[in-house]
C-alpha cells in the first residue's frame, strides 16, 4: 500500500504520511480517490486560523463528496495536534466520505470522534499559507494529488 499522500499546492507540496494502522478503510479511500485524480483542482472550503484547513468537497462548498458510499467509522486514539489528517463528517458517526482536514494546531476536543488517517511529515507551512475563510475569497487548491 502507498506510504505517503503528496498535496501539490500553488505555494508547494504537502506531504502526508498514511496511516493504514489506524485507519485502514480510510487510508485505502484517500488513496482511491486520489489515484483517479478526485482531488485534483478541489478546494479548501473552510480555513479556520488556530484550528484546521478543511477540503475534499468537489463542489467546494463543504455539502459534497464522491460518489462513493459513506465509509464507516474508525475512530482511534491519536490525537489531534498540529498536522494530523483526519475525516470531515456529518453529526452521524458513519458518513465520512471524500472530505478531510488538516490540523493547525491541537484540537483534542476532537479525539475519538473523527478518524484519524495520516499526520503531514513536509510542508505544513504550506498548509499555514492557505488562504482563511469559510469559505476563503480565493480558496486555496489542491492542483494535484498523488500517492506513493
Known amino acids: ?7 501539490s499546492l500553488d505555494s508547494g507540496d504537502v506531504v502526508i504520511k498514511l496511516r493504514p494502522d489506524l485507519a485502514p478503510g480510510h487510508v485505502a479511500r484517500i488513496v482511491e480517490l486520489a489515484s483517479e485524480g478526485f482531488y485534483d483542482g478541489v478546494k479548501f472550503h473552510r480555513v479556520i486560523p488556530g484550528f ?12 459534497g463528496g464522491s460518489d ?6 474508525e475512530f482511534n486514539d491519536e490525537p489531534h495536534v498540529r498536522g494530523v489528517c483526519s475525516m470531515a ?10 472530505q478531510f482536514f488538516i490540523c493547525f ?8 470522534q473523527y478518524t484519524v488517517w495520516g499526520q503531514v511529515i513536509e510542508g505544513m507551512e504550506h498548509i ?4 482563511k475563510g469559510e469559505p476563503p475569497r480565493e480558496p486555496g487548491v489542491i492542483r494535484k494529488a498523488t500517492v506513493a
Open 105 to 112: 494546531d491541537d484540537a483534542t476536543f476532537l479525539d475519538r
Open 1 to 7: 500500500m502507498a506510504d505517503t499522500l503528496t498535496l
Open 89 to 98: 463528517r456529518t453529526s452521524y458517526p458513519h458518513s465520512a466520505n471524500s
Open 128 to 131: 499555514d499559507a492557505l488562504p
Open 68 to 73: 462513493k458510499p459513506d465509509l464507516q467509522a
Open 52 to 63: 484546521m484547513a478543511q477540503g475534499g468537497c468537489p463542489q467546494g462548498t463543504g455539502m
